[in-house]
């Protein structure tokens, strides 16, 4: 089996590569930079630049599976000129596997999945929202998610199956929200956001894979939420890290105000609550290795990973190790 994985680089795509290489699953990469693309058998890499609409159609060879993860980070500031690009840089991407796809025979593919967020749904203290909620949230972001999806909807031309994980808050220490928000905890100044009420349906980055291989390996299709069985609150997620890091939080919540000059409108993802359920993916048969926070904050922090370099020099190599 080869799978070819847009944005292998990245936080989630390096912990897929990483379980390709555990089941002994060849991968094509796509990037943008030159200097990126490594030649082995099990690994090989191609250049694409979807700003301009160009790929290596090579990179298709053998591939039986496709996973998509190319997006510009929310996590910066949102200007003006940098929300156009978290956009452009989804549309693009897609836009310039599809126009490849039509070029070239998919007969050997059988899946594309394409990551979303869960940030599509409608910010609310008490609403438990499934894959079946079609609401969009009215914000930027879920602006961003219903562009993305349109875009990703439109691979349902071809004859393969189509799904969608809409990913959650992920758990890692080699990137996203969590080193973040340690930061000031391990510096003992460590508080919850607005009321710490706010849910945060969140995933640990080992499940998240393991659920993007789980959906191509079975072939499902249609959306999945990537997020795991139990969301917690704001106030409970620091305590947790807290916690696990044997730090006191003993500052009270800061509010939406102080944030919002800090981060500008980008504050918005703070304090956005989403209650999410895993439900479905559950009943397809996936297991969760990490269902709490705390066991999952505690198999971070305590696990060897955190301390070792990563990045796909580090890949490359184990795969032809």
Not at 38 to 66: H, L, M, R
Not at 143 to 150: A, D, P
Not at 267 to 294: D, T
Request: charged letters at 20%.
């Amino acid at each position: 089996m080869r799978i070819l994985i847009t944005g292998a680089t990245g936080l989630v795509g390096s912990a897929i590569v990483e379980q390709c290489r555990k089941k002994d699953i060849a991968v094509n990469y796509l990037t943008t930079s030159k200097s990126k693309i490594t030649s082995e058998p099990q690994f090989q890499g191609y250049y694409w630049n979807p700003d301009k609409g160009e790929i290596d159609s090579e990179c298709f060879s053998g591939v039986s599976a496709i996973i998509n993860l190319a997006g510009a980070s929310i996590s910066k500031r949102w200007t003006s000129g940098y929300r156009k690009k978290i956009i452009s840089s989804r549309v693009n991407s897609l836009r310039t596997l599809h126009s490849a796809l039509e070029q070239v025979d998919t007969s050997q593919i059988t899946s594309f999945v394409s990551a979303s967020a869960i940030g599509r749904y409608p910010d609310s203290l008490s609403k438990f929202y499934t894959e079946e909620d079609t609401a969009v949230d009215d914000s930027f972001l879920g602006e961003v998610v219903e562009i993305w999806e349109n875009e990703i909807d439109k691979f349902n031309t071809f004859d393969f199956n189509v799904a969608k994980i809409r990913i959650g808050l992920v758990m890692s220490c080699k990137g996203g929200a969590l080193p973040e928000m340690a930061k000031p905890v391990k510096n003992y100044v460590g508080a919850a956001f607005g009321t710490g009420q706010q849910w945060q349906s969140w995933v640990h980055i080992k499940d998240l894979a393991r659920i993007f291989m789980f959906v191509v390996e079975y072939g499902l299709e249609g959306i999945y939420n990537g997020v795991g069985p139990n969301p917690v609150t704001n106030n409970k997620l620091v305590k947790e890290i807290a916690k696990v890091l044997d730090r006191p939080v003993i500052l009270p919540n800061i509010p939406k105000l102080a944030m919002r000059i800090i981060l500008g409108k980008m504050s918005y993802l703070l304090f956005a609550s989403q209650r999410v359920s895993c439900k479905k993916i559950e009943e397809e048969g996936f297991n969760f290795i990490f269902p709490n926070v705390c066991v999952a904050l505690e198999s971070i922090y305590n696990s060897p990973e955190c301390t070792e370099s990563s990045g796909m020099g580090a890949l490359a190599k184990e795969y032809t190790s």
